[in-house]
T-cell receptor, first 113, second 112 residues
Framework: NAGVTQTPKFRILKIGQSMTLQCAQDMNHNYMYWYRQDPGMGLKLIYYSVGAGITDKGEVPNGYNVSRSTTEDFPLRLELAAPSQTSVYFC????????????FGQGTRLTVV | DAKTTQPPSMDCAEGRAANLPCNHSTISGNEYVYWYRQIHSQGPQYIIHGLKNNETNEMASLIITEDRKSSTLILPHATLRDTAVYYCIAPLSNFGNEKLTFGTGTRLTIIP
């Protein structure tokens, strides 16, 4: 099993550009999450999903959008990138039965210049 | 989720036991306590969790006080590879919690 796979690992965007961060899991987990982590700081929840077709906002959703058309995939869309979105983005997934036990991807390091 | 409070940083000598405290005084009866660690800039890694009994696995031990208002993660023989940020979280419930939020954790430094 690959677990949680994030692509790309690194990306540089120019201000105003858009991009999609990909996240896929092969564990058949219903719950999926997107976090951002600024340098030296903790994890902030951006969006989460409890199953295909269901998403909800987390702590810092502004500037982002998500969709969940399948159980496996949970892409994060950045529209009109801003320097404040420079961060490391982590995707995670967990089961319904043990939702606090999450598996994380290795992250996407995004720089907006 | 119950609010958790952890010291921002701790040091521990290599080979000694590292005891990381977490306060979760607002925890409710069905909220588990989970511990994760994050090494450098990697994705956080699950360590252990418990409800009210002490737990042990190959990575660590978890001691939860009888009133469940605090817990301690114990790394019995700390190595340099245990240098990391450790997060204690208490999601709303072990079953059906959707919002998994993390605080700022404790930065543990193992001293040679």
């Amino acid at each position: 099993n690959a677990g949680v796979t994030q692509t790309p690992k690194f990306r540089i965007l120019k201000i105003g550009q858009s991009m999609t961060l990909q996240c896929a899991q092969d564990m058949n987990h219903n719950y999926m999450y997107w976090y951002r982590q600024d340098p030296g700081m903790g994890l902030k929840l951006i969006y989460y999903s409890v199953g295909a077709g269901i998403t909800d906002k987390g702590e810092v959703p502004n500037g982002y959008n998500v969709s969940r058309s399948t159980t496996e995939d949970f892409p994060l869309r950045l529209e009109l990138a801003a320097p404040s979105q420079t961060s490391v983005y982590f995707c995670a997934s967990s089961t319904t039965r043990d939702s606090g036990w999450a598996f994380f991807g290795q992250g996407t390091r995004l720089t907006v210049v | 989720d119950a609010k958790t409070t952890q010291p921002p940083s701790m040091d521990c000598a290599e080979g000694r036991a590292a005891n990381l405290p977490c306060n979760h005084s607002t925890i409710s009866g069905n909220e588990y306590v989970y511990w994760y660690r994050q090494i450098h800039s990697q994705g956080p890694q699950y360590i252990i969790h418990g409800l009210k009994n002490n737990e042990t696995n190959e990575m660590a031990s978890l001691i939860i006080t009888e009133d469940r208002k605090s817990s301690t993660l114990i790394l019995p023989h700390a190595t340099l590879r245990d240098t990391a940020v450790y997060y204690c979280i208490a999601p709303l419930s072990n079953f059906g919690n959707e919002k998994l939020t993390f605080g700022t954790g404790t930065r543990l430094t193992i001293i040679p």
